[in-house]
């Protein structure tokens, strides 16, 4: 007889971690943010968020921009679709764990994973 | 709630989320009623400024002039303390809000001095008002 894994182990690990689940937490609230509010929301320090956007970047969750507000430089960060996705799925996840109600109207309906 | 590097545990990370949620939604808030507050105190100050000029309160008149600077001072101070989601569409839209603000304040002034009538006077108020709440409702809207 084998027993079905624990759902622990379909949450997204790229998106299970303390700062990159803030920063997806917060784009997907928010849409599209700039660097400083990020920073300032997640009270972290300018090379960890950078850190942890690359790797979101990297796996094609995050988009990034750089550009300027008059002649200062500015980066704006954005969910991809990938992203959307992800975090979404992540959610119904962590619902399932912690034994709360299914789907709401925040995640897709075909977005259940759990088995 | 800031956040290190350490394990999470599921419902700590559901508090994260929930975190994240709040903090996008008061700062939402906050920029939406620093818009409405700027432009009620713009038209309530064009209301009261088209009596004032027929009352000829020479010391109270010059008094008045000040109110729409601190209103935006005012609005500056609380926006810098409290930052809010600022992605590059609302960030346009703030800048032409804000200029189309200072354009028509000052028409708004020009024509409170000139119109004959208390009643216009008080009336060219409405268009600067007008430019805040399209920003207050801006900044509401995700």
Redesign the interface.
């Known amino acids: 007889m084998t027993e079905k894994p624990h759902p622990r182990h379909k949450l997204d690990e790229i998106i299970h971690s303390p700062v990159r689940l803030s920063i997806m937490a917060t784009l997907a609230a928010a849409g599209e943010t700039d660097f400083r509010f990020l920073r300032e929301a997640l009270e972290i320090s300018d090379s960890l968020l950078s850190k942890h956007v690359s790797q979101l970047e990297a796996s094609g969750y995050v988009n990034v921009v750089k550009g300027y507000v008059g002649k200062r430089p500015s980066t704006w960060y954005s969910m991809t679709d990938t992203g959307r996705a992800a975090f979404t799925r992540y959610r119904v996840t962590l619902r399932h764990i912690l034994g709360e109600r299914g789907p709401t109207s925040e995640d897709s309906p075909d977005e259940e994973i759990i088995g | 709630?800031?956040?290190?590097?350490?394990s999470?545990e599921?419902?700590?990370?559901?508090a994260?989320?929930k975190?994240?949620?709040m903090?996008?939604?008061s700062?939402r808030r906050w920029r939406a009623a620093s818009f409405a507050a700027v432009g009620l105190v713009t038209m309530g100050y064009f209301a009261v400024m088209g009596g004032v000029r027929y009352a000829q309160s020479g010391l109270l008149g010059m008094v008045m002039t000040l109110v729409p600077t601190l209103a935006v001072v005012a609005m500056m101070e609380i926006l810098g303390k409290r930052?809010?989601?600022?992605?590059?569409?609302l960030?346009h839209t703030e800048y032409v809000l804000a200029g189309a603000y200072a354009g028509l304040t000052c028409v708004a002034g020009i024509l409170a001095v000139l119109l004959p009538h208390p009643m216009p006077a008080a009336l060219s108020g409405v268009a600067p008002g007008v430019a805040c709440f399209i920003g207050s409702w801006r900044a509401a809207r995700?």
């Open positions: 709630m800031s956040v290190s590097e350490e999470l599921p419902d700590a990370a559901m994260r989320i975190h994240a949620e903090l996008v939604r700062g930052r809010a989601v600022q992605g590059r569409q960030l995700r």
